[in-house]
T-cell receptor, first 109, second 118 residues
Framework: GQNIDQPTEMTATEGAIVQINCTYQTSGFNGLFWYQQHAGEAPTFLSYNVLDGLEEKGRFSSFLSRSKGYSYLLLKELQMKDSASYLCAVSDSNYQLIWGAGTKLIIKP | GAVVSQHPSRVICKSGTSVKIECRSLDFQATTMFWYRQFPKQSLMLMATSNEGSKATYEQGVEKDKFLINHASLTLSTLTVTSAHPEDSSFYIC??????????????FGPGTRLTVL
């Protein structure tokens, strides 16, 4: 079956760095997405990785290792507004998104 | 970025009534739209794929006669929850993929519809 695993919840301090991991097992691979979702709102796009390596976009970076079925989202200089759920999703061989359950990130002052 | 709207944002209805939710892509055409359901503290669950001009494709366990989908044009898909019951109360979200450069299909999400069935 297809499976996406990510931690349920993480806590970090304002100004610090946090890494959210995601491992996946899917039938085919056409890229991995990270989305941010604030409570009661729809997800918003953060990043896309299809090749191995690190993609940096401002305070957020995303890494992919296809051979390991592994990705992480790195958030630097954490701000209180970064408190949200972070969803990992993989596009499978049919370009259908398979979603992880999300990681709730709690930022403390 | 691309914009997807959803209407209504919030609806409360009595058990047994039907509710229609609209999803529109405002600045691009979407031959395909996705409908998701999200229960509290859970991830998005794909319900169905809406295809313009043809029948929707439903995920296993989703009743097609209960969740009617119509993709009437390249910018509009509707989801009708028929004979709604309290267990149908959830956050319904639509999304539409767009391929800005042909590299990948980024999905743009509507703001979601909070359905509460009394």
């Amino acid at each position: 079956g297809q499976n996406i695993d990510q931690p349920t919840e993480m806590t970090a301090t304002e100004g610090a760095i946090v890494q959210i991991n995601c491992t996946y097992q899917t039938s085919g691979f056409n890229g991995l997405f990270w989305y941010q979702q604030h409570a009661g709102e729809a997800p918003t796009f953060l990043s896309y990785n299809v090749l191995d390596g690190l993609e940096e976009k401002g305070r957020f970076s995303s890494f992919l290792s296809r051979s390991k079925g592994y990705s992480y989202l790195l958030l630097k200089e954490l701000q209180m507004k970064d408190s949200a759920s972070y969803l990992c999703a993989v596009s499978d061989s049919n370009y259908q998104l398979i979603w992880g359950a999300g990681t709730k990130l709690i930022i403390k002052p | 970025g691309a914009v997807v709207s959803q209407h209504p944002s919030r609806v409360i209805c009595k058990s047994g009534t039907s509710v229609k939710i609209e999803c529109r892509s405002l600045d691009f055409q979407a031959t395909t739209m996705f409908w998701y359901r999200q229960f509290p503290k859970q991830s998005l669950m794909l319900m169905a794929t809406s295809n313009e001009g043809s029948k929707a494709t439903y995920e296993q366990g989703v009743e097609k006669d209960k969740f009617l989908i119509n993709h009437a044009s390249l910018t509009l898909s509707t989801l009708t929850v028929t004979s709604a019951h309290p267990e149908d109360s959830s956050f319904y979200i639509c999304s539409a993929p767009r391929t800005p450069s042909g590299d990948y299909n980024e999905q743009f999400f509507g703001p979601g519809t909070r359905l509460t069935v009394l």
